[in-house]
C-alpha cells in the first residue's frame, strides 16, 4: 500500500554543520537509516570562527572530512554550493548531491524580474 511504498522512498539527510557534527561523522553515517551526509557550510563556518568565509581551509578540511565519512560508510554526501563553480568543484571532489543556490537567493532574483518587468 501507500505507506510501505512512500517509506521505500524516503530519503533521510543529516545536516552537519558545527563542529560536533564533523567530530562525530562517522558515528553519525553509521546509524541504520541515515543515507545522507549534508554540509551547511555557511552554518559551519560561522561555527568554526569564520563567518561567511567557508572556504577558509579549516572549513574545507571539516567539510572533506565529513564527504570521506560519509562515503566510507557507503552513504551519499551532500553540501550546499552558492553558485555553479562551487557546485562544480564539490562534485569534481567527490560529493554526490549538490544544492545549488538558496531559497532566499531564487525568491530575490525571482522579484527583481518581476519589478524590471513592471518598470519597462
Keep these: 500500500g501507500y505507506h510501505a511504498k512512500a517509506r521505500e522512498q524516503q530519503l533521510l539527510a543529516v545536516q552537519i554543520e558545527d563542529q ?12 541504520d537509516g541515515v543515507d545522507v551526509l549534508f554540509v551547511g557550510p555557511g552554518d559551519l563556518s560561522t561555527n568554526m570562527g569564520a563567518m561567511g568565509n567557508p572556504g577558509a581551509a579549516h572549513v574545507q578540511e571539516a567539510i572533506s572530512s565529513v564527504r570521506k565519512a560519509a562515503t566510507a560508510a557507503g552513504k551519499a554526501s551532500g553540501i ?11 562534485l569534481a571532489e567527490g560529493f554526490t548531491m549538490v544544492a ?6 531564487l ?14
Design 80 to 90: 550546499l554550493a552558492p553558485a555553479k563553480a562551487d557546485a562544480d568543484r564539490y
Design 107 to 120: 525568491l530575490a532574483r525571482g522579484s527583481d524580474a518581476l519589478i524590471a518587468l513592471f518598470n519597462q
Design 100 to 105: 545549488v543556490g538558496s531559497d532566499l537567493g
Design 20 to 31: 560536533l557534527g564533523v567530530a562525530n561523522a562517522a558515528e553519525i553515517a553509521a546509524v
